[in-house]
């Protein structure tokens, strides 16, 4: 199992990135898969998560209206689509398969002007 994220980088406050999340070993689609992120200094906090089936999908508050978490079980990937980004949302994102808790190596995302 691996799970390799990509998309990030610096952007201005206001701005878009979409993150991806590359699974080998599993198929995405049988899976809940979550976005999380950690800032320096504080915890690591969920940010979004979708069911196996894609029927429920999770938002922290702080991103609601803003990101989309997404998969293309063609491509074995999933997105999280970040719109109207801020100071706040930068951290190191990391993408999660939950069941047995696998991890990416996570990508960091810098907000700023």
């Known amino acids: 199992v691996q799970l390799v994220e990509s998309g990030g980088g610096l952007v201005q406050p206001g701005g878009s990135l979409t993150l991806s999340c590359a699974a080998s070993?599993?198929?995405?689609?049988?899976?809940?898969m979550s976005w999380y992120r950690q800032a320096p200094g504080k915890e690591r906090e969920l940010v979004a998560s979708i069911t196996s089936t894609g029927g429920s999908i999770f938002y922290a508050d702080f991103v609601k209206g803003r990101f989309t978490i997404s998969r293309d079980s063609a491509k074995n990937t999933v997105y999280l689509q970040m719109n109207s980004l801020k100071p706040e949302d930068t951290a190191v994102y990391y993408c999660?398969?939950?069941?047995?808790?696998?991890w990416g190596p996570g990508t960091q995302v810098t907000v700023s002007s």
């Open positions: 999660k398969r939950v069941r047995n808790a696998y």
């Open positions: 070993g599993f198929t995405v689609s049988s899976y809940a």
